[in-house]
Antibody, heavy 122, light 110 residues
């Protein structure tokens, strides 16, 4: 059974940084692309970033481009999201999701974690 | 502002069929078939319902079906049940090299 567990969320001031992690188990991690999807309180889903199986290709939403960096460590079955220059509008529950493809652009999200909450506030 | 537009809400009575539309710019939806649909209950993580426009993962009820015409993808829920009350989201790849979700549709069973 696929298991995705996010961690690293918390309360942070605007302009500061935070690093999210996602521990994956139950599948061959380096056979699949991975993503981060977020949901602001009471709002809809927003795709944040995706990374291919070998880190050779990454993609970002325009809202986070230049501030967030996605990465993965296949040896540790882990996905990361480095978030810099955080803004109040980045406040959201951040989900780690598994793709069904090797590359991030054209698949779909077949497994989701329970999310980690990031609150950006002074 | 999302480039994939969904109605904010759709409602129906038990046993009826409802359809949720997902309308996007040409390059997002009309150019290819990378459209998927997700169901989300309050306080829960989303669940994949439909992938590649029309395909159902194993375990998803046959009452859920997907289709696409031109630049609009659709999710139909047949024989509506109270357990179908949830939020529904479409997702697609855009040739702007991003993935997009629609704004979401709240389904209410009357």
């Amino acid at each position: 059974e696929v298991h995705l567990v996010e961690s690293g969320g918390g309360l942070v001031q605007p302009g500061r940084s935070l690093r999210l992690s996602c521990a994956a188990s139950g599948f061959i991690f380096d056979d699949y692309a991975m993503h981060w999807v977020r949901q602001a309180p009471g709002k809809g889903l927003e795709w944040v970033s995706g990374i291919s199986w070998n880190s050779g290709s990454v993609g970002y939403a325009d809202s986070v481009k230049g501030r967030f960096t996605i990465s993965r460590d296949n040896a540790k079955n882990s996905l990361y999201l480095q978030m810099n220059s955080l803004r109040t509008e980045d406040t959201a529950l951040y989900y780690c999701t598994k793709d069904v493809m090797l590359t991030w652009a054209t698949g779909y999200f077949d497994s989701w974690g329970q999310g980690t909450l990031v609150t950006v506030s002074s | 502002q999302s480039a994939l537009t969904q109605p904010a809400s759709v409602s129906g009575s038990p046993g009826q069929s409802i359809t949720i539309s997902c309308t996007g710019i040409r390059r997002a939806v009309g150019g290819h078939d990378y459209v998927s649909w997700y169901q989300q209950y309050p306080g829960k993580a989303p669940k994949l319902l439909i992938y590649a426009v029309t395909n159902r993962p194993s375990g998803v009820s046959h009452r859920f079906s997907g289709s696409k015409s031109g630049n609009t993808a659709s999710l139909t829920i047949s024989a509506l049940q109270t357990e179908d009350e949830a939020d529904y989201y479409c997702n697609s790849y855009t040739t702007g090299n991003t993935r997009l979700f629609g704004g979401g549709t709240k389904v209410t069973v009357l």
